[in-house]
């Protein structure tokens, strides 16, 4: 199976803070990668899809680049409501592998 | 509006099985695949696999390849998750959700293995 490093861990910012996270896989998985957002107590939440494609009812705050291994999610701008745990997801090889995921709190 | 309905909570007991349900509405799941994931307390997602209910493949995670069981009922519009022989280490919610990128979820079941 193809694994998915994800850093950091843990990430403390401010409001307005321009935040990134990544996530690396172990073998090409081209463009299929999500990004998800889960607060506390309630199931994950679709944010970013096939790398840069918005979900629908997503700000525009969120944003996803990368290729091949490397991939990266961006919040432009922080927001209070934005304090979760997010998580990449790989789909390409047939099977789908999560990274260990990112806590994010207000510094 | 999609719609995908879990039930609260499963208590089993160490060594039984235990299958889980998951009632989508507003959508059909011939046309998509359906996929479970786990939680276990205070930890990350775990993919356990999916299936296309249109023909019943399915592909599993390695680690959960003995353990669980996917099968779809495309009459009712259900997908079900059997977990055998249970084990503390089963204790975890377990999530349905739908979509090549899992665009829709249920509230997941909390399974507690206890004696």
């Known amino acids: 199976d193809i694994q998915m490093t994800q850093s950091p861990s843990f990430l403390s910012a401010s409001v307005g803070d321009r935040v990134t996270i990544n996530c690396k896989a172990s073998?090409?998985?081209?463009?299929?990668l999500d990004w998800y957002q889960q607060k506390l107590g309630e199931a994950p939440k679709l944010l970013i899809y096939?790398?840069?494609s918005l979900h629908t009812g997503i700000p525009s705050r969120f944003s996803g680049s990368g290729s091949g291994t490397d991939f990266t999610l961006t919040i432009s701008s922080l927001q209070p409501e934005d304090v979760a745990t997010y998580f990449c997801l790989q789909h390409n090889s047939g099977t789908w592998t999560f990274g260990g995921g990112t806590k994010l709190e207000l510094k | 509006e999609v719609q995908l309905q879990q039930y609260g909570a499963e208590l089993g007991k160490p060594g039984t099985s235990v299958k889980l349900s998951c009632k989508v509405s507003g959508y059909n799941i011939r046309s998509t695949y359906m996929h479970w994931v786990n939680q276990r307390p205070g930890k990350g997602l775990e993919w356990i696999g999916r299936?296309?209910?249109?023909?019943?493949?399915?592909i599993y995670a390695e680690k959960f390849k003995s353990k669980a069981t996917l099968t779809a009922d495309t009459s009712s519009n259900t997908a079900y998750m059997q977990l055998s022989q249970l084990k503390s280490d089963d204790t975890a919610i377990y999530f349905c959700a739908m979509g090549r990128a899992l665009a829709y979820w249920g509230q997941g079941t909390l399974v507690t293995v206890s004696s």
């Open positions: 299936i296309d209910p249109a023909n019943g493949n399915t």
């Open positions: 073998q090409n998985i081209n463009k299929y």
């Open positions: 096939n790398t840069n």
